[in-house]
């Protein structure tokens, strides 16, 4: 089973749970050992190109589907039943607008014809949000929140894009090639609403494994909210760290002295203040999500039996 995403939709609680090794039936790669309590991507870099410095990227002109086959067949887990590969960036990452999803579709295609499918979606307005959240809180970006929407500035460099929210799009694809049976669709406010029992049980049933088994590690990689309203209203904050990749150059450091700043700073921001800018953003998020947005969760909802409006999706 592969598990491309998307980013902010539980992919951390996943890794760390069902997909690390606790479930007896379900067992990551071996391609790499994983310190005690500490969750991983299985997996991580394979359908990826990477050079002598360990460096991960992509080139659509090399790629060999039968060297990563033996790989991942010679790391598989003998007490498997299921084996999993997890990445949420494997859907491409919403910060250049999900522009490799094709080519890493192609190459898990190419790689593993026969694997089943798990794509968890959520509604645009949380999701848009959470992205915007760690864009500026652990990617220490600068951008307002219309400037990380809609970058008019991005010339040739690829750039975080609306269209990529539109999940039928990539899904459609997955379905065309690995057939609709093998491939789930599971949003994430099933998570939120009913608890992480029916959660990880409509994994379980889909993979054919007992979902009766239970977790000694939880990671949840949670928003906050302080951090983002403090970096909002004071983005050089962010120039105290080191540099980016976002930014498609590095500040100066300063000692490197944002985290001491910011970790007593952001005690100091009132919750009132928290909702204000949530509910901002919110509303920003929204004069950006238009027609096709909403045309693109009506074909969404043809692929879940979960009554996607009620979640929040624009219908």
């Not at 050992?33 to 360990?54: C, L, M, Q, R």
């Not at 652990?138 to 008019?152: A, M, P, T, V």
């Amino acid at each position: 089973m592969v598990h491309i995403g998307y980013p902010k939709a539980a992919s951390t609680l996943l890794q760390s749970t069902l997909f690390s090794g606790q479930h007896p039936d379900i067992k990551p790669l071996l391609i790499k050992k994983t310190p005690p309590n500490e969750y991983h991507k299985s997996g991580y870099a394979i359908f990826y190109n990477n050079d002598e410095n360990k460096i991960n990227y992509i080139d659509p002109l090399k790629f060999d589907a039968k060297i990563t086959r033996e790989e991942i067949f010679t790391s598989i887990n003998k007490d498997a039943k299921v084996t999993c590969l997890s990445n949420e960036a494997w859907c491409g990452h919403p910060y250049s607008g999900g522009i490799t999803s094709k080519e890493i579709l192609q190459r898990i295609h190419t790689t593993l014809p026969e694997t089943k499918i798990l794509i968890i979606v959520r509604n645009q307005e949380s999701m848009i949000l959470s992205s915007y959240i760690q864009y500026l809180v652990r990617s220490k970006g600068f951008g307002s929140i219309d400037n990380f929407l809609l970058n008019k500035k991005h010339i040739q460099v690829p750039f975080h894009n609306i269209a990529y929210y539109h999940y039928h799009k990539l899904i459609e694809h997955y379905i065309e090639l690995f057939a609709d049976r093998n491939v789930l669709i599971l949003p994430f406010e099933i998570l939120k609403e009913k608890g992480e029992r029916i959660f990880f049980q409509e994994i379980c049933d889909f993979l054919g494994v007992s979902s009766d088994f239970k977790t000694k590690f939880k990671e949840k990689n949670s928003a906050s909210y302080n951090e983002y309203v403090l970096i909002k209203k004071f983005p050089a904050l962010n120039l105290l760290s080191r540099g980016s990749p976002i930014h498609g150059f590095e500040p100066p450091k300063i000692l490197n002295i944002r985290s001491y700043i910011v970790n007593f700073l952001k005690n100091l921001v009132p919750r009132s203040s928290i909702e204000k800018n949530i509910n901002y953003d919110i509303m920003k998020i929204r004069s950006y999500l238009n027609e096709e947005t909403r045309n693109s969760n009506q074909k969404l909802q043809l692929h879940t039996k979960y009554n996607l409006k009620s979640y929040g999706y624009k219908l």
